[in-house]
Structure formats: C-alpha cells, structure tokens
C-alpha cells in the first residue's frame, strides 16, 4: 500500500503519545503504560523473539518492580501513513537504574532503531501494534547505592 499524506499535527501527536508513555514508564504505572500498547501487539526483538501484549507487560512489571529511575529520548527518522496507521523509524536512547539487592542499583544505557506501528485507538490518542526492532545495545553504565 502506498505511503498517504501526513495529516497536519501528527508527528506532534505521536510525541505527546511518546511523553507519555515514557512518563508511565518512569513512574512504574504498568496500567497506564498499558493503555498505549494494542491488545493485538506484536513486538519483535532484533533476534526475531515475538512477544504478545501480554509477554511485554509481564517483562516490564518485573522491571517496574524493581525500577530507580529511567530517562529516555526517542528520535524520529521518517514517519509515513500506511492506511490508517501510522509507522515511524527510529532511535530510542534510554537509562535506566534496576535495584539490585536491598541497596544497591545497576545502571544501564539502552539504544534501540525499530520500526513502529501506531494504530488509533478510543481510549487513548494512539496505540503501539507493532515494534520491530533492528538493533538494541544494552550496556552496563555503572553499579552503585540505589538513589
């Protein structure tokens, strides 16, 4: 199908959608989080692992439970119509702080290129369908007395 026109205040709506849910993200609200995610989501890791809605929000409430802080940034490359979805290309830098034991946090820096697919939705402005990533480098950025 071809690539449509963007509508007038898309990319800003997609941003507002992002702040969002990095601000779920940050604040370890997993049913907010949640509510931007389509019940039919696919989301695919650069080694081709799929996970459901479902198999992501357990993955990220075990990290919610344990969550210091997170800090993230998402750089679009393009963003086209395809239909009625929206599919943007891009980067997202993040850091994160995991605590480890009692007192302690571990420190990681994250980037990740993928493709996203947003889908309106009734509840929310716009739901993720679909991630597919292209690469992520997870690296350890420190270790140190959680904050």
Known sequence: MPSLPLSAGLPEALDS?????RDAFARADLAEYGRYLASDLRYVDPRGRVQTREQLLRSVGVQFARLVSFHSAFSRETLRMNGDEAVEL????????????AWFEVRWQVTRRGRYTWRRATEVPWQLREAVLETEDIRRAGFGLAG
């Open 17 to 21: 959608v992002h702040l969002k849910v």
């Open 90 to 101: 891009g980067t997202q830098e993040a850091a994160i702080s995991l605590r480890v034991f």
